[in-house]
């Protein structure tokens, strides 16, 4: 499975971007997918994730202005990030789990670099 994510870039605070994750080879429609971030110094964080049914999980920093979802036919992913804060200022990643919302991530894209200005 490759992944490639897109959609970074320079937004102000208070904006919108939207970050897509296209996955060729094996399909990536029966997996858990998940948004991963790593701020400057900072550990890499789950910032959201679905299952294959579309439930979701996402974290408390980002709860209510992301939203993550998927298209199994086109076998995408995608994570909706509004009202953008300086703090959400990161290389965005997203990734497959065969195992929960939190581990067993095995295949990673290579990042999207997401800059938010105040």
């Known amino acids: 499975v490759q992944l490639q994510a897109s959609g970074g870039g320079l937004v102000q605070a208070g904006g919108s971007l939207t970050l897509s994750c296209a996955a060729s080879?094996?399909?990536?429609?029966?997996?858990?997918a998940g948004w991963f971030r790593q701020a400057p110094g900072k550990e890499r964080e789950l910032v959201a994730s679905i299952n294959w049914r579309g439930n979701t999980y996402y974290a408390d920093s980002v709860q209510g202005r992301f939203t993550i979802s998927r298209d199994n036919a086109k076998n995408a992913v995608y994570l909706q990030m509004n009202s953008l804060k300086p703090e959400d200022t990161a290389v965005y990643y997203c990734a497959r789990s065969s195992g929960s919302y939190h581990f067993g991530y095995d295949y990673w894209g290579q990042g999207t670099q997401v800059t938010v200005s105040s």
């Open positions: 080879g094996r399909t990536f429609s029966s997996y858990i």
